[in-house]
């Protein structure tokens, strides 16, 4: 779902004098609505509903994750280190967007002595995406915001991939309109039918609005505000930002005490901002750093010559289609479907012990670049210890085909379509940006984070749980948006997460991922999780300083010349 610049929100600050009139005058036929749609909610959730189409449970290889992880304490160390073993400079474990981006660094810096294995059938991560005959669809990550001027390897990326046209290190480049997302781009579900944009805006009372008014002024003020090093004080990637004192401590408290503290009570106000928590790290603002829910509001201030700053950049197959390119440029390093066993590092070599086709093999290695979420390295690498384990939200991501589209009151079809009750994300429309006047069939992305139970407790649950019960739990959420749609869908694939993505609880960003070490003997760290959040800027970043590590000895130079 959309985490982009919220403060700028089509039409939001010129809507605010309205917000206050809608809580006046048209206080009570919103709140007839209301209260109507309230009971017709009720009756709809316990009505019959068609569920009469096929459902897959797919995901990530869970199942040969956990047989590796318990096998790997009796893998024989004297046989790990007698299986023969081919030389490469560096290997990358892992897959996922910053160990493409390692590669991808690597060898734009003329280095190419690497080789990449990756658990699963196909590279991606959390950035994985599927396809069927209606449409590519996202598996995970959709989207990427217009990126600030500091965030130069994603311009540079993209000037590569023909996203940014011209001149990618300009305060506001032009981008390649294809793939910036279409209008209309998103509308909220509440009161019994749609609006436009996702701040909620229908039934609001007075107090709903000025609250409403005084947060965004405040998180406009944070966003353009600059610490005494020079830094913004949130910036992207996280590592860029301001380090003075009055920014750092707003990680030592929650969300919801820094916006009690302030006397933001709406219950409106407070759904977005859940909302937008849920979206972006997979739990609510009780659960998340100060820091890390501003940095949400704050911290985007990208800007595009042929766009409002609102806009993302998005294609069917969400960031798959990122996660494609790069795989595309380092295709002849990559060994798929290789889980890694172990890793015996050495103060100047390491050993990677991996499977592939049913035999184990090895790779002797000066360096290897570990961008697999760091709660595995324990199992993984030998003599490795983790003090303190980053939490990691659970998902549940589902791809729905539908026959027509869902018929609905208010804001038509959009990208992003989210409800304001229950615990989803809403979906959104893979195949919105075909350029089209009418479509037949749609395949819709629906997002679920288990963000209402500790992380460990929501994992269990996301296993327990099979194709029946989430066939039904989706169907009856999306029945509340639109009566009648179970008829439409003519299939549906389940995708659980159960480490979905690393979550910037309280006290993480400035202080839990510090302890988290950059190196281990000849080992380099690069995920996500060392940014604290997980999104496309941050996993390249870390991907892009591993590789850092490799081009600044000098190694990359000696092999080019």
């Not at 595995?376 to 003090?387: Q, R, S, V």
């Amino acid at each position: 779902m959309s985490n982009t610049d919220k403060l700028s929100r089509k039409l939001f600050l010129k809507s605010l004098g309205s917000f206050v009139l809608s809580g006046t005058i048209g206080g009570a036929v919103s709140g007839c609505l209301t209260a109507c749609n309230r009971l017709g909610r009720t009756n709809l959730t316990n009505s019959t509903y068609s569920t009469n189409f096929p459902v897959k449970m797919l995901g990530p290889s869970m199942a040969v994750g956990h047989r590796l992880r318990d096998m790997l304490g009796r893998l024989n160390p004297a046989f790990a280190a007698e299986v023969k073993a081919e030389f490469r400079r560096v290997v990358i474990v892992g897959g996922g967007i910053a160990g493409l981006s390692t590669g991808w660094w690597l060898q734009r810096h003329g280095f190419n002595d690497f080789t990449l294995l990756e658990l699963e059938s196909d590279c991606g991560g959390n950035s994985r995406s599927g396809k069927n005959k209606v449409s590519a669809y996202p598996w995970g990550a959709h989207y990427v915001p217009l990126p600030n001027l500091e965030s130069h390897y994603v311009r540079l990326l993209f000037a590569e991939l023909g996203l940014i046209e011209g001149d990618y290190s300009v305060a506001a480049p032009r981008y390649n309109e294809l793939h910036l997302c279409h209008d209309p781009q998103e509308r909220l579900f509440k009161d019994g039918q749609f609006q436009d944009g996702l701040v909620p805006r229908r039934g609001l009372k007075p107090e709903d609005s000025l609250e409403i008014r005084r947060f965004f002024e405040l998180v406009h003020e944070l966003r353009d505000a600059v610490g005494a090093d020079g830094r913004p004080a949130f910036a992207i990637p996280v590592d860029l930002s301001s380090q003075e004192p009055k920014f750092r401590e707003l990680d030592e408290i929650t969300f919801a005490q820094w916006l009690a503290q302030r006397n933001f009570n709406s219950k409106p106000l407070l759904w977005y901002i859940d909302y937008c928590c849920r979206d972006d790290y997979g739990a609510l603002s009780a659960n998340i750093s100060a820091w890390a829910g501003l940095h949400y509001f704050a911290g985007r201030r990208g800007r595009a010559a042929n766009a409002e700053t609102n806009s993302v950049v998005t294609f069917p197959s969400g960031n798959g289609y990122l996660a494609q390119a790069l795989k595309e440029k380092i295709r002849a390093h990559i060994i798929e479907s290789a889980p890694v066993l172990r890793i015996l590092p050495g103060q100047k070599l390491s050993r990677v012990i991996y499977e592939q086709d049913g035999k184990t093999k090895a790779l002797q290695a000066e360096t290897v670049i570990f961008a697999a979420p760091r709660f595995l390295a324990p199992y993984i690498i030998a003599d490795y210890k983790l003090e303190k384990k980053p939490e990691y939200a659970p998902w549940l991501v589902a791809n729905l085909t539908l026959s027509g589209v869902p018929g609905s009151r208010g804001t038509p079809l959009a990208w992003d379509n989210v409800s304001y009750y229950g615990d989803s994300l809403g979906y959104v429309v893979a195949n919105h940006q075909e350029i089209t006047t009418r479509r037949s069939s749609i395949v819709i992305t629906y997002y679920r984070p288990l963000a209402r139970m500790p992380a460990a407790q929501a994992r269990r649950f996301l296993q327990a749980q099979g194709e029946t019960f989430w066939r039904d739990e989706i169907v009856k959420d999306l029945e509340i948006m639109h009566p009648g749609i179970g008829a439409l869908i003519t299939s549906m694939a389940l995708w659980p997460w159960g480490h979905g993505m690393v979550s910037p609880s309280q006290g993480y960003m400035w202080t839990g991922r510090q302890k988290l070490e950059r190196r281990f003997k000849s080992v380099v760290f690069a995920h996500s999780d060392m940014s604290g959040i997980s999104n496309f800027e941050e996993a390249q970043y870390q991907g892009i300083m591993a590789a850092e590590t490799i081009i600044s000895s000098g190694t990359a130079l000696k092999e080019s010349t």
